[in-house]
C-alpha cells in the first residue's frame, strides 16, 4: 500500500506540474528546424519506451484521458494540430509575374521601343507614322490578354489544390475527463486518447494502445502500396517501421484502434516532409530554360542586327534622329510577337486535355 500511494502521489505531482512546464513567451518560442535538421530521419522514443512510461511522461492516463486545464496548457505551447502551409507570393505579384516575367519582358521592350520611334517621329517630322504606335498598343494587349489568362489558369488550378486540404479529417474522438466526445482535429494536443475506425485519416502520429484487425494505406507516407497491419506490441527501432507507430494523414482501411497521440502538426512525419519539400527552392522547368535561351538569342540577333544597319543609315548621311528610328524599327521587327499567344494557347489545351485524363497542371510551363 504504501509504494502504491508514492505512485499515486508521483502520478498527481506530475499532472499537475505538467501544465507549467513552459509559460513564458520567450521559452515557448522554438528554433526554427534547418534543411539539415528536416533531412535527418525521425529521432523519437515515444513508440519504443513502456506505455506507462509514455503515460506518465505527458500525464495522461488511458482511463480518464487529459484534463482540460492540460489542453489548454498544451495548445498555447504546441499550437494548432495542423501543418503550417508554405509561404505564398500575394496574388497581385503573381499576376505582375505573369505580366513581365519571361519572353513578356521581351514583348514589352518591343513596345515600348515602337512608341518612342512614334514619338521621336512626331517631334521630327510634321506627318508622323503611326504604325509604330499601333505596333506597340498591340503589343502591349498581347501581353496583357496572354497574361491575364495564364493567371487565371494557374489560379483555378490553385484552387483545386487547395480543395485537397479537406482530405484532412474534421473531428475525432477523444477521451478527456473520462468523457469521450468529438473534438476538431486542428484542437488536438499530445497525449490525448483518440479512437480510430477504418474509413478515418488518421488525425495525428500516434502510438496504438490497443486495436482490433487495424490496418493503414501508408502509400503517401512510405510509398508501400499494400495496407499495414498495426497492433500495440510490435515495435522498430525506426519509427516509420514500427508497428506499434500510426501517422498523421494516413488512412485506416481495416479494424479499429486506441492510441495516444505523440506528435502533431509541423511535429508529425508528414509536417517534417512539408517542412523539407518546401525548403527546396524552385528549380526552372526545361521549357523556362529553353524560352530564356531563345530570348537571349533573338535579343542579341536583334540588337547585333539593329547597331549594323543604324551605322550603316550614319554612314549613309541620315539624321540620327532617323538611323535611331531605324534602329527601333529593326530591333522590333525581329521580335515574334506572336509566339507569347501561341504557346500559352498551346500549353492551355495540353493542361486541358491532361484534365480530363485526371491528370492537374499547376504551372502551365
Request: net charge neutral.
Amino acid at each position: 500500500m504504501k509504494g502504491s500511494s508514492e505512485d499515486g502521489a508521483t502520478a498527481v505531482e506530475e499532472v499537475v506540474a505538467f501544465p507549467k512546464r513552459k509559460t513564458s513567451q520567450r521559452h515557448s518560442r522554438r528554433k526554427k528546424p534547418t534543411l539539415d535538421d528536416l533531412r535527418r530521419e525521425m529521432r523519437m522514443d515515444e513508440h519504443l519506451i513502456p506505455l506507462q512510461d509514455l503515460m506518465a511522461r505527458f500525464g495522461t492516463s488511458q482511463e480518464h484521458g487529459l484534463t482540460e486545464q492540460q489542453v489548454l496548457e498544451l495548445r498555447r505551447r504546441d499550437g494548432p494540430n495542423s501543418i503550417t502551409p508554405p509561404k505564398q507570393l500575394p496574388e497581385f505579384l503573381k499576376f505582375l509575374k505573369n505580366m513581365v516575367g519571361g519572353f513578356a519582358l521581351l514583348l514589352w521592350a518591343a513596345a515600348i521601343m515602337s512608341v518612342v520611334a512614334y514619338g521621336i517621329q512626331q517631334a521630327t517630322s510634321d506627318n508622323g507614322d503611326v504604325s509604330n504606335l499601333f505596333l506597340g498598343i498591340v503589343l502591349i494587349a498581347v501581353v496583357l490578354v496572354t497574361g491575364a489568362f495564364t493567371y487565371y489558369q494557374e489560379a483555378k488550378s490553385e484552387r483545386i489544390m487547395k480543395s485537397f486540404l479537406k482530405l484532412t479529417p474534421e473531428c475525432t474522438m477523444v477521451l478527456r475527463d473520462g468523457r469521450r466526445s468529438q473534438v476538431e482535429v486542428d484542437r488536438l494536443v499530445v497525449g490525448d486518447i483518440v479512437d480510430v475506425t477504418f474509413g478515418d485519416r488518421l488525425p495525428a502520429d500516434i502510438r496504438v494502445i490497443k486495436c482490433s484487425g487495424f490496418k493503414v494505406d501508408n502509400s503517401s507516407l512510405t510509398g508501400e502500396s499494400e495496407p499495414q497491419s498495426r497492433s500495440a506490441n510490435g515495435h522498430h527501432e525506426n519509427p516509420l517501421e514500427s508497428r506499434n507507430m500510426a501517422f498523421y494523414s494516413t488512412s485506416a482501411v481495416e479494424g479499429t484502434c486506441t492510441g495516444i497521440v505523440v506528435k502533431t502538426g509541423d511535429n508529425t512525419a508528414m509536417g517534417r516532409i512539408a517542412r523539407l519539400t518546401g525548403s527546396i527552392p524552385a528549380e526552372k522547368t526545361t521549357l523556362q530554360l529553353e524560352i530564356e535561351h531563345f530570348i537571349n538569342l533573338i535579343s542579341i540577333f536583334a540588337v547585333a542586327v539593329g547597331v549594323i544597319f543604324f551605322a550603316i543609315a550614319i554612314s549613309l548621311g541620315y539624321h540620327w534622329l532617323e538611323a535611331i528610328v531605324f534602329l527601333i524599327g529593326i530591333i522590333t521587327a525581329n521580335v515574334p510577337e506572336g509566339l507569347l499567344p501561341t504557346l500559352t494557347v498551346c500549353l492551355t489545351l495540353t493542361a486541358q486535355r491532361m484534365k480530363a485524363k485526371n491528370c492537374l497542371v499547376r504551372k502551365l510551363e
